[in-house]
């Protein structure tokens, strides 16, 4: 939440807590008296960018800009040291800082603050083991003495009961300056370096508390139940990271290091298979091999601890190469480079940097992890009903398609004319596979599908592999990973070059990993399962007007299939004014008007249940999980709103005088659109016999429960 409180602090090899109630029993109360506490109250606000906005309030209605950390200990600080005024301002003036940074990990200040040897003080403040390396000395009960073996394990003992409560730990330490050498009007500088940075003298550790923000526990319970692999990597402490991931359900089993210490077994002796949970020092990322690589991402809970910008780069790359698609989250200036190689960089509106916000190709406004959870849920349900408005419009192709091939063939009159298929893909057929676009989720086991490509042992070696094969067609640069800069002309080149390259075809033609928007499945349901019965059921209602229509003087026009291939046979022009008559073999005598009448109303009954069928296809492309059944078949409104349009629509084209000369459609009688919704409910009743039948044979996989997620929100995790 980036509101750090002052926890702990470890002093002359005791331990005290910021309270003074309720205590463990390795805890004391706080001592203000105590020594070391002044040093690192005064270090704490001395050797620090952080500021009150003001200084004409109580301390505890100040606002303090700055970074969190520091301001946590600046607030702390105010509240004991009756003149942080003063010492903020002219009594003890800083001549010389170096800001924290992630090569250091320390903060370093010289300030004029006298002691009996000198005017002048260096202070220093950062990660513990960073600062205990440059010290020499110790502060024990206001002496400075050696610091010895047994001062280090004290310290690293109580560094590990913090940093394992989940708190921020640092470390202060000073340095008393000699007057003789170091005199209070000296001009220090970075380079040529002029001030000490080894030989200090250690004051103490203090540990901060920062809250996870509210809903971020559910949000990764939410991710890691969606089938999505949560890593933090964070510049806290390894003990500090685990402590506050196993908080927000991002670690939930045993490390390899925990199981030993809970079996009392080595640690070389635990199976490597049996554990889940893994955590990475940041010095260690520098020396992994390929195989130390594999290995971590082999684990379903990751952590990265003690990291650096560079580092965090590393891991997005190390990612991506076994074909991972990588979100990263990041606020700072550091995190620019990873946020900007991620294939999702996330930054933050509110704490966020410039320069993360330009990185990123994303900005959380309300700087809320939990609101990640609303986008890959809006995301899937996006690619869902995506991949349903493609199945429902690819399902009248065949229909509009074969009339023309059948008619070239046949040869068979032509059921269908190009004004009707302009109106069937540009009216009825838009609108309604636009209305998919309000479908909500069709079951809430939305969020426990596997993500669309994921990553497994066979995949991410198939990826490196293919990607090896591109990077050698293509020339990348080993160095920096990517290609070598190309002229058009070797673009060109390189593609012509490819269409001769064997390795190339096979690697066009592989079989994707994972689920593609276009598939196998997608389509043959549209072209040859519902297609096929959609053009089954126009066919039938166009070859029953034929017969059963009526000309302009109410005789039946009684031609059978055999007459419509026999009349196209003989006369190419049948069915138009340039046809010439015919006797059907009923003995029906049908002119040249009749003809084209037959032909106008048979369009029209093949136009209208083309849009009925689809109409019922509508609601059966719904249904990926289910059966196109129940409650969720009636969850969008527009859906019905563009079934009563295309209905209105196609009752115009068919029935309205004036507009039947435009599209060449002519009056029918509304009985036969029976055959239309005859034909509609056999989808339905196809799709539902299709559904479980993948249902017994093909279940759809669902992530397992994950056992210890902590999914209860409380009043702590879900309110501000």
Known sequence: RNQMTATNFWVSGKLYSAYSANLPAEESAFDFEASGIKEILHISAMCSRARFDQTNVPIDKRTITGDATESGLLRFAGQKLLDIDQQLGDKYAKIFEIPFNSENKWHLAIHQKAHPNGDLTLSMKGAPERVLRVCSHILIDGKTVPLVEQHTEEFMKSYEYMAGKGHRVIAFAQLLLSGSEYPKDMVFTKDPKNFPTTGLCFVGLASLEDPPKHGVREAIGHCRGAGIKIMMVTGDHPLTAEAIGRKINLMLSDTKELRAKKTGQPIDKIPESDIKAIVIHGERIDHMTDADWDLVFSKEEIIFARTSPKNKLQIVKRAQGLGHIVGVTGDGVNDSPALKKADLGIAMNISGSDVSKEAASMILLDDNFASTVNGIREGRLIFANLKKSIQYLLSHVLPELLPF???????????????????????????????????????????????????????????????????????????????????????????????????????????????????????RYAYLEIGVIEFIGCATAFFVILYKGKTTDGR???????????????????????????????????????????????NSIFYFCVMIQQCFNLFASKCKLGLPFGRYMFANPKTFLSVAAGALFGAFIVYTPGVQTVFLTAWVDPIYWLIGVGYGVLIIVYVAIRQLIIKTFWPTSVTASLPGLQMHPTKWSTTN
């Open 405 to 523: 091939i059948l008619w070239v063939v046949g040869p068979l009159p032509a059921m269908i004319n190009s004004q009707q298929l302009l109106v069937i893909d540009l009216g009825f057929e838009l609108f309604a596979a636009l209305s998919y676009a309000w479908e909500p989720a069709e079951s809430e086991h939305i969020m426990k599908l596997f993500p669309r490509r994921p990553v497994t042992v066979s995949s991410a070696e198939r990826y490196v592999k293919r990607q090896a094969e591109i990077a050698e067609d293509y020339g990348m640069d080993p160095e920096s990973e990517e290609f070598h800069s190309r002229t058009l002309s070797q673009k060109l080149s390189d593609s012509f070059r490819m269409l001769f390259n064997a390795r190339a075809w096979k690697r066009r033609f592989s079989k994707s990993d994972g689920e593609t928007l276009v598939d196998a499945n997608l389509l």
């Open 556 to 602: 039946p026009f009684n031609i059978t299939p055999y007459d419509a291939r026999y009349m196209m046979t003989l006369d190419a022009n049948a069915f138009t004014k340039r046809g010439s008559p015919y006797i059907t073999v009923g003995g029906t005598e049908l002119s040249v008007d009749d003809q084209v009448q037959a032909l106008a109303q048979g």
